[in-house]
């Protein structure tokens, strides 16, 4: 038997980087050990000899299993805004990206939206600015899909389009950079780099933190590849930027990888080894998209500024019961953020009176936060156990009927106070009003809603029509109107109708 650093070898494909590691690794330490020349290949005698008096000693102080854990794994960068330190061979200016431009697309399921939204992330941190045209980038990243022989053959043929435009680029500009990110470029590798001369730079999924450097190396003509899985890279201190103005919604990633091993897919072989962000990371980028959503809603005119926030109970000890998640601490913050964030917004909310163990002591906190927030819209019931429930197997619909039906007329009572007091703000005002049709009370009367999404009463009459002065007009279901409120109750706001208008119009009368 030869001497371990005489048979194992370094493995040079790119398809077992982590194996790289650990041969490497004995490799390194075997030769570190041995009392051998390392080009003598000692006969069977001597070798087993050998083996058997420093097998111990070797065995000591060879690599543990962190050691190849270490090697194969880099841990999960520390959420920290402190920056790295740059590779021996590259400077902190090469890093960055000099604004150039990055051109984007992305190709397959969610996970790529998301990878496409980290990675544009990490690239805009380092002075790279993005661009929709393709003809004015610098450098261009297909996010890539292995899940099917279709996926992957898109790209291969997005390539040759692409071939035409970095063959023909001008010598005037710098030139341009063709990169291969996600499953893709984790499943094919080598045969990407061969295949296809001009790509110049591969990142797997777990290396996106590596672009800056990856294409650092392309500026001298080379190309550059990271295609290393992690056993803990999730991203976790990574904010996605959304990549398209125009998008109507987002993704929030809360594992990567997979341990299903399915027989039919490739996924755990792209993606690595399945782990979870950390929860207070989730939780963040949630926040940041729900400030952004307020934002919006506070900025656009053409959205409702009315927002559904159910309370269920004022009782931290009864949202504890019905497994809610919050308490009322923390439901009373959210409330201030939100009118914080959109001034003169509309709240409305649910309320269960009478929940399983609920003591008068709960009750009257309950009827408290109805007072605090003060409503403008709700929704309140007596509670009704139902069969596969937690609670109708575990806790005791233990509230008597006759005490659940007083709470809701309590509660239905402060309701009431309360929206009419917070109506009644409206009385005087002149509100913008979207027709929805005939009153359901009276037939001579309209009904619309206002931007809180208030009820707004208003007679059936002829009106200005705004855009066109002197034409009179009815009112259309679709149309927007302007009504000026002369009464308000807890449920509704009546008033006479001024004239019809646009939305864009209405911003100067309101």
């Not at 890093?95 to 939206?113: A, D, F, P, S």
């Amino acid at each position: 038997m030869r001497p371990l650093q005489c048979i194992l070898r370094v493995q040079r494909s790119l398809r077992w980087e982590w194996m790289t590691s650990v041969s490497w690794l004995l490799l390194k330490t075997c030769r570190a050990h041995s009392t051998l020349p390392s080009t003598a290949c000692p006969s069977p005698g001597q070798q087993e000899d050998g083996v058997r008096k420093d097998f111990s000693s070797r065995l000591a102080s060879g690599p543990t299993f962190q050691h190849f854990l270490s090697a194969s794994a880099p841990q999960e960068k520390p959420c920290s805004p402190e920056a790295e330190d740059p590779p021996p061979y590259l400077t902190v200016d090469e890093l960055l990206g000099r604004q150039r431009k990055v051109y984007l697309e992305t190709y397959g399921c969610q996970m790529n939206v998301n990878d496409t939204e980290i990675a544009w992330s990490i690239l805009e941190k380092s002075g790279y600015l993005r661009t929709s045209n393709l003809q004015e980038a610098d450098v261009i990243l297909l996010v890539t899909c292995s899940i099917r022989e279709k996926a992957e053959q898109t790209i291969w043929n997005r390539l040759h389009q692409l071939k035409t435009l970095k063959t023909k680029r001008p010598r005037s500009r710098v030139p341009l950079r063709i990169g291969i990110l996600g499953c893709m470029a984790e499943r094919l590798k080598e045969e990407i780099l061969n295949r296809e001369k001009m790509v110049d730079l591969l990142a797997g999924p777990d290396a996106y933190r590596d672009l800056p450097r990856l294409l650092a190396v392309t500026e001298s003509g080379q190309q550059a590849a990271n295609v290393l899985l992690s056993l803990d890279e999730t991203y976790a201190d990574v904010m996605p930027v959304q990549t398209s103005p125009s998008a109507t919604s987002a993704f929030v990633s809360i594992m990567r990888g997979c341990d299903n091993m399915c027989s039919y897919c490739i996924v755990p072989f792209t993606r690595g080894r399945e782990r979870s962000r950390p929860v207070a990371s989730i939780l963040e980028e949630v926040r940041k998209l729900s400030d952004q959503v307020l934002q919006l809603i506070h900025e656009r005119d053409n959205i409702c500024k009315q927002i559904h926030l159910p309370a269920q109970s004022g009782s931290s000890r009864v949202l504890d019961a019905m497994r809610r998640g919050y308490s009322r601490e923390a439901y009373v913050q959210l409330v201030h953020h939100i009118r914080e964030s959109i001034p003169g917004v509309s709240l409305s909310s649910d309320f269960i009176t009478g929940f399983c163990g609920e003591t008068e002591e709960d009750h009257l906190q309950t009827v408290s936060l109805l007072r605090e927030v003060q409503y403008n819209m709700g929704f309140l019931f007596a509670y009704s156990m139902r069969q596969k429930t937690r609670a109708y197997h575990r806790l005791k619909d233990d509230v008597p009927e006759e005490v659940k039906l007083r709470r809701l007329e309590e509660l239905i009572t402060v309701f009431r106070e309360e929206a009419s007091k917070a109506n009644k703000i409206c009385v005087g005002c002149t509100q913008l009003v979207l027709v929805e049709g005939p009153s359901k009370r009276s037939a001579t009367d309209l009904c619309g809603r206002n931007d809180g999404n208030l009820k707004v009463i208003f007679p059936d009459a002829e009106m200005e029509d705004a855009a066109n002065p002197g034409l009179k007009v009815r009112a259309q279901p679709g149309d927007y109107v302007l009504v000026k409120i002369t009464s308000a109750s807890s449920q509704t706001l009546k008033g006479h109708v001024l004239c019809r208008t646009t939305l864009k119009d209405s911003l100067a009368y309101c």
